[in-house]
């Protein structure tokens, strides 16, 4: 599971070519019900909310991460923290792919609390143990909907 969630840390958010994860669900099935989507694509609609840039962090295994950063994003029904790792090993400085008040599909998987494994926060990765009832769902491709 922990090298499951390390794999996520290097990949491209936007762009990114991974397989549809089917009929997009409303963030309270998630919310309701996240032991069952552990380690599950999904696909989310929503509005970006609280935008944060983060400062680059370091792996447990000592390579450093840069353009991270998180939001949440919110549909009629509730909010979810969303984690988007940036780019690992290669310096480089660029603003988030969203932006406050954006619609957007995001496809990512849902990392559920208690399932060990490693969560992004302020303080860069932090192993999900620490923090009991930690939802996020980590950025695999965001697509901007139109206006």
């Known amino acids: 599971m922990i090298v499951l969630a390390l794999l996520w840390l290097g ?3 936007v762009g990114s070519s991974c397989a549809s994860a089917a009929e997009p669900l409303t963030i309270r ?3 309701d019900d996240p032991k069952s989507f552990h380690l599950k694509q999904v696909t989310l609609l929503g ?3 609280n935008v944060t840039p983060l400062d680059p962090y370091k792996l447990p295994a000592g ?3 840069y353009g ?4 949440y994003l919110e549909d009629e029904t509730a909010s979810i923290n969303v984690a988007a790792f940036g780019r690992c090993g290669i310096p480089t400085v660029k603003d988030p ?3 406050e008040g954006q619609r957007i599909e995001l496809i990512a998987t849902i990392q559920a609390p208690s399932h060990g494994g490693y969560y992004l926060s302020f303080q860069g990765v932090t192993v999900a143990g620490e923090r009991e009832g930690v939802i996020q769902a980590v950025a695999d491709r965001i697509t ?3 206006e």
């Open 11 to 13: 990949r491209s958010v």
């Open 144 to 146: 901007p909907l139109p």
């Open 29 to 31: 099935e998630i919310v």
């Open 47 to 49: 509005t970006v909310r």
């Open 97 to 99: 792919d969203v932006e």
């Open 68 to 71: 991270a950063y998180l939001f």
């Open 63 to 65: 390579t450093t991460c």
